[in-house]
Structures are given as C-alpha cells and as structure tokens.
C-alpha cells in the first residue's frame, strides 16, 4: 500500500514529512440531550484535523472555526495546509507527502486553491510536496481515529460556545501529548485571485 511506504520514509528520511489531514464531522453549538435544545437553530463549528509523522514523531493538530467566522472549503483547507507547512520546523529540501480523502470540487477554481497554494508554498519554501488521494473504500487515515477520541470525550459534555469545543478538542487525548488546537480564523487566507491567475496560466495560448 503506498501509504505505508509513504510512512516508512518519513520515520526513516530526516528531510521527509508525512501527513494526512481530514474534516471532522460537524460539530453543533448547542449540543445538549435535552429534547427542545436539540431541535433548536445550531452554529455549526468545523475541525479540519492533521496527523503528521517525520523522524517517528508524530504530530496531531485540529484547526477549529465555527460557520460565523468562514465557510468550510477549498480556501479554509489550503488556509490550515499553508499554516501547517510554515510552522514546521524544518530545513530547505524538505519533502512533503500528503494524505486525504477523495473529494470531488463543486468547481474548476475550488480544485485550484490547494493547487495554487501548494505551487507557492514549494517555491518559497524550496520543498517538494506530493498529495495523494486515497482509493474509495481505502479511505481510513489516522485523522479518523482522532475524530473518534474527540466525539467519545464530547459524548457526557454540553457545549454551549465554540470554546468549550476547542477545550473538548485538546483534552480529548487521556494519555501521551495533548492535541493542538489552532484557531483557524486568525490565520485563513484569500487564495481565489492566484487561482484564477494559475487557471490562466494552464490555458493554451494564454
């Protein structure tokens, strides 16, 4: 399976990074069994969940904002993919491996976004990043295994406000290191302009 070999490098390789990255499913504000309560309006709160592996160190972070602060697509993923890859401590010639689930791009543009970021990141970086889709029905990666430590945490908990999700998130883990909780609204970017710059520039004749 490629992605053990894709794991195999990382823990071997000191300039190699593998990270699979997925989005939780949504989390709802309130959340609480009382029967009116549920039925209630609900701000949804979203938690795009990276699981990385370099030199046999693993690193779990969720990038958390709720609906009021921005939309969960293209531009808030390659917004979280950007910070991940920037905050890394690491050398030039470093070699990005990245994980996710099919998903299908309601537009050209959309499709673009983690495109255009990825071509700015390796250039200003000097990496090289690979992404790689898994096959349908080989869709399990370690990010799930991370939603279903958060969802079993939340189960005895109400959760009244944003905060308390992001509190939930990084205690979820009993034992070992506690998650990394990011909030997302400080650091999304507007990428739609350099996609349909990149969108251009594939255009034949242009």
Known sequence: M???VDKAEADLAPSSVYACFDLQKVMN??????????YLRKLNV??????????KKEVKIGFV????????GANEVASAVLYYMTNMEMEHDVSFCFGRTTVRAKTKVN???????YTWVAAQ?????????MERGHTQNEADNIHQ???KASKPRDVNHPDQWYDIIQKAKVQREAYIVVKLMEHIHDFHELAEVH????????
């Open 149 to 151: 430590v958060i969802e």
């Open 29 to 38: 504000i309130p959340k609480n069994p009382v029967g009116r309560l549920y």
């Open 125 to 133: 970086l000097k990496v090289k990043i690979v992404h790689r889709y």
């Open 111 to 117: 499709f673009l976004l983690p495109c255009t970021m």
């Open 46 to 55: 979203y938690n795009l969940t990276f699981w990385s592996n370099s030199k």
């Open 2 to 4: 490629r992605k053990n």
């Open 65 to 72: 904002w709720q609906e009021g602060e921005a939309n969960s």
């Open 199 to 206: 969108q251009r520039w594939t255009q034949p004749n242009v």
